[in-house]
């Protein structure tokens, strides 16, 4: 048996390691809560003026201007979001915004599915420089191009309609880049083995491609509805007729004509509030893909 002696610097070494882990584990705690609140912070930070907004949206005219403001909702949301939705046409404007921003980023998938399925699975003379003048098209936006771009769509007589919205919108280099990096992450081995079963091209593009994108498309449909939703420039020199405004361009008939007069902001923000409110849906409805899209899929 071992003698008090020879057990004593054993005891002193347990009771050290459990107060090390105790001040190892009180110092992780310390981290998390520093990190937590840096983040509850910067939500806050970021998310404040969008609160603002919406807290004005409930509010009366003198209580959206008073000083200092008012920062708790007050009881005139419905009269304010009833103003806005009918001074506005909110529903026609929703519906264009809708068209266009679904039609944009549904035709873009598209032509990025299959240009960069094109780019990757085949092999033709050039294919490098193909994907490079593709992607150089990043450095030519919309404003750029806007020009000629609206010369053609008017002597095509598509002023004021949804072709004219939505067709030169349609292509996307940006698309096209993330689908092919995405694809040459694919193992060649599926390729292979669909080859060897006998499954042309489309086939395999349609049963094993595809699905195996779902997460990665989901991503890219919520960052080009967003941005096709967001589009102003473009709708604004397309469009002449109040019937073909899309909301962003629209909400401005909530302000008043003349300068003289104070726009009513708190009917304005109730307006923002409506315009806000579909691509927010689209977001929570893609969340669980579009964070999979990002991060990859879960192993």
């Known amino acids: 048996m071992k003698s008090l002696a020879e057990l004593a610097p054993a005891g002193r070494d347990k009771a050290a390691a459990r107060v090390s ?14 990190a937590h609140l840096g983040m509850i912070a910067a939500v ?38 009833v103003q806005a939705w009918v001074r506005a046409d909110m529903g026609r404007l929703l519906l264009n915004s809708l068209v266009v921003a679904g039609a944009t980023t549904v035709g873009k998938i598209v032509l990025s599915l299959l240009s960069a399925f094109a780019i990757v699975y085949f092999d033709f003379r050039l294919k490098g420089l193909v994907f490079w003048m593709i ?23 598509w002023l004021n309609t949804y072709t004219g ?3 030169p919108l349609i292509a996307s280099a940006t698309g096209t880049f993330l689908l092919r990096q995405f694809f040459r992450t694919v193992p060649a081995e ?3 083995a669909a080859q060897l079963d006998g499954a042309g091209p489309m086939r395999f593009f349609w049963s094993i491609l595809l699905p195996n994108s779902v997460t990665n498309l989901a991503a890219l449909f919520v960052v080009l509805f967003i941005s096709g939703w967001n589009e102003y420039l473009w709708p604004l020199m397309i469009t002449t007729s109040a019937e073909m405004r899309v909301v962003v ?7 008043p004509n003349t300068g003289t007069d104070l726009p009513e902001w708190n009917v304005v923000m109730a307006g923002a509030m409506m315009a806000l409110l579909p691509p927010v849906l689209v977001v929570l409805g893609l969340q669980r893909w579009f964070v999979q899209g990002l991060l990859g899929p879960e192993k």
Do not use: C, W
């Open 190 to 192: 599926l390729a292979e």
């Open 249 to 255: 361009v629209g909400i401005q008939n909530l302000l």
């Open 44 to 81: 806050a930070v970021i998310s404040f003026p969008l609160y603002y907004a919406f807290v004005i949206s409930t509010q009366s005219m003198d209580q959206a201007i008073s000083r200092p403001p008012l920062l708790l909702p007050s009881v005139h949301a419905v009269s304010n979001y």
């Open 165 to 167: 919205l939505t067709v």
């Open 21 to 34: 882990r105790r001040v190892v584990a009180r110092k992780i705690a310390r981290d998390q809560i520093a």
């Open 135 to 157: 992607f150089v098209t990043l450095m030519l936006p919309v404003p750029i191009r806007i020009v000629p771009t609206y010369q053609v769509i008017s002597d095509l007589g």
